[in-house]
Structure formats: C-alpha cells, structure tokens
C-alpha cells in the first residue's frame, strides 16, 4: 500500500474493459487510484479496504480528483 498508482495507467486499462456508468470493483482499494480513475472515467466505483487509514486517504483523494482531470492547453 505504500505507493499510489498512476491514475493515467489505470484509465485506459477502465476504458477497455468497462463502459460509461459501469462499476468498477477493487476488492484492494488501497490509496484509492482505481476510485480516481473511474471517477474520471464516468464509472461508478466500490472499493474494499482493510486498513482505515487507507480508507480515509482514499476518501480525500477520490473527494479532490477533478484535480487529477487532464486539461487542454488554451
């Protein structure tokens, strides 16, 4: 769980194997970068997480991810 993994890995691989309005299950939630990921994705998202303190990061994360959104240059 020490690391966060690239949310712009994960999107693609959401996209290939899901649609708009899907669930994405991660039964290993961790820092939350699947959640993030399918946020972004249009998906819906359950995550299962033993540890608290990885749920609550997860929690902030997923709650700030328009900041991880990909903005066209001007």
């Known amino acids: ?9 994960l999107r693609p691989l ?5 649609k708009p309005g899907d669930i994405v299950l991660d039964p290993f939630a961790g820092s ?3 959640a993030v990921a399918a946020a972004l ?11 608290g303190h990885y749920c609550r990061h997860a929690r902030t994360r997923l709650a700030g991810a328009a900041r991880y959104a990909v903005r066209k240059a001007a």
């Open 41 to 51: 994705s249009g998906r819906r998202y359950i995550g299962i997480e033993l540890e």
């Open 14 to 18: 959401i996209h290939a194997f899901s």
């Open 32 to 34: 939350g970068s699947t």
């Open 1 to 9: 769980h020490p690391t966060e993994k690239a949310v712009g890995i």
